[in-house]
């Protein structure tokens, strides 16, 4: 069977400081504090109204990778 990592609570400096929208694989089951923090942030960066950095998404669009 294939080998998958799971994102963890030790991920998220990491992942807090990149500019995706989306992370994969988390479990609530295997380390839930891990998703509910990641949401959080995502949810308050959404509320402080800072403008965010767009280009890396539409560089995807226009296939500028």
């Not at 994102?7 to 998220?12: I, N, P, Q």
């Not at 891990?34 to 949401?39: K, M, S, V």
């Not at 959080?40 to 296939?63: A, C, F, K, V, W």
């Amino acid at each position: 069977t294939p080998q998958v990592c799971i994102f963890s609570v030790a991920d998220l400096p990491l992942l807090m400081g990149r500019h995706e929208l989306f992370a994969n694989k988390f479990y609530v089951t295997h380390e839930p504090a891990a998703l509910h923090c990641l949401d959080e942030h995502i949810y308050n960066l959404t509320l402080s109204g800072e403008p965010r950095d767009s280009s890396l998404y539409q560089n995807y669009m226009t296939g500028n990778k």
